[in-house]
């Protein structure tokens, strides 16, 4: 079955220091990448997204994520975080096999960034 | 534009009983799914649907239920509660008949069992 590992639950950092989140997938074939974050108190929200072309994408808030098929990565990266960015990623993959409707979630990262 | 709006937010069951959960998608999404989210287990896919019609389903057993009407609400229902049922119920909702993956989540009901 297709999965998502983020190795990293707990991360903490002080304000503008460098971020990587690692985010790994098991599936050989076509997948689409997401990460989405969740801000204390709201709703899950889209921060980036691959489905093809160029393997760095940008997204909101000055994330990028790095698409590395070789290594089957999608890790997320931000070269200064702020406070605001405290909040849990959580990484995901859509497969052809189990039907593009169907994310499949990693366990999430929590981060806390301290001022 | 309004979100995707679920009701109701907070509810309060004793096992054995039953629950259903409604969902507003955004106006002129046709693709609603539903995601369980425990500390434990994460975000775990329950089923989706589109134009009236179950698309996927994910492993959970019988007592998980849904549909969609034709106005594109979605409603999930959980009969005979268990313990293990408590978690926060996420709907998102999508506008592409291919759906890429890419969500809008309501901010979920949170089913607590006693």
């Known amino acids: 079955a297709q999965s998502v590992s983020q190795h990293n639950h707990h991360v903490i950092l002080s304000e503008a220091a460098s971020l990587e989140l690692g985010c790994n997938y098991s599936?050989?074939?076509?997948?689409?990448l997401f990460w989405y974050v969740q801000y204390p108190g709201q709703h899950l929200q889209l921060l980036l997204k691959y489905f093809s072309g160029d393997p760095l994408v940008k997204g909101i808030k000055g994330f990028e994520a790095e698409f590395i098929k070789s290594k089957f990565s999608f890790n997320l990266r931000k070269p200064s975080v702020q406070w605001s960015d405290t909040a849990e990623y959580f990484c995901a993959v859509t497969t052809m096999n189990t039907g593009f409707q169907k994310l499949v979630f990693g366990t999430g990262t929590r981060l806390l960034v301290s001022p | 534009k309004a979100g995707v709006t679920q009701t109701p937010r907070y509810l309060i069951k004793t096992r054995g009983q039953q629950v259903t959960l409604s969902c507003s998608p955004i106006s002129g999404h046709r693709s609603v799914s539903w995601y369980q989210q425990t500390p434990g287990q994460g975000l775990q896919f329950l089923f989706e649907y589109f134009s009236e019609t179950q698309r996927n389903k994910g492993n959970f057993p019988g007592r998980f239920s849904g549909r969609q009407f034709s106005n594109s609400r979605s409603e999930m229902n959980v009969s005979t509660l268990e313990l293990g049922d408590s978690a926060l119920y996420l709907c998102?909702?999508?506008?592409?008949?291919?759906?890429?993956?890419?969500?809008?989540f309501g901010e979920g009901s949170r089913l607590t069992v006693l």
């Open positions: 998102a909702s999508s506008t592409s008949g291919a759906n890429t993956g890419e969500l809008f």
């Open positions: 599936y050989g074939g076509t997948v689409n």
